[in-house]
């Protein structure tokens, strides 16, 4: 039953939507995480394309692997 256009009543209890978009981006993480830690999702060949492609596309962790070689001085 709807209360406002912004809150939800849910088994009595009311429940905005903000709490409601909140708990979805927690469990969207939530899952991300435990995806990323499984290692049968690791091996996974698709997994392995798509790491590939997002660790292509960042450029900015050669720059801070080149300034610690540099501070280590063992020069570029």
Not at 12 to 25: F, K, N
């Amino acid at each position: 039953m709807f209360t406002s256009l912004l809150a939800v009543k849910i088994l009595g209890i009311v429940v905005t939507t903000e709490q409601l978009i909140a708990a979805g981006w927690f469990a969207f993480f939530f899952t991300s995480e435990a995806l990323a830690q499984n290692p049968k999702v690791k091996a996974n060949s698709l997994f392995q394309l798509i790491l590939g492609l997002l660790k292509r596309s960042r450029t900015e962790d050669d720059k801070i692997d080149d300034i610690k070689r540099v501070l280590r001085g063992e020069g570029r």
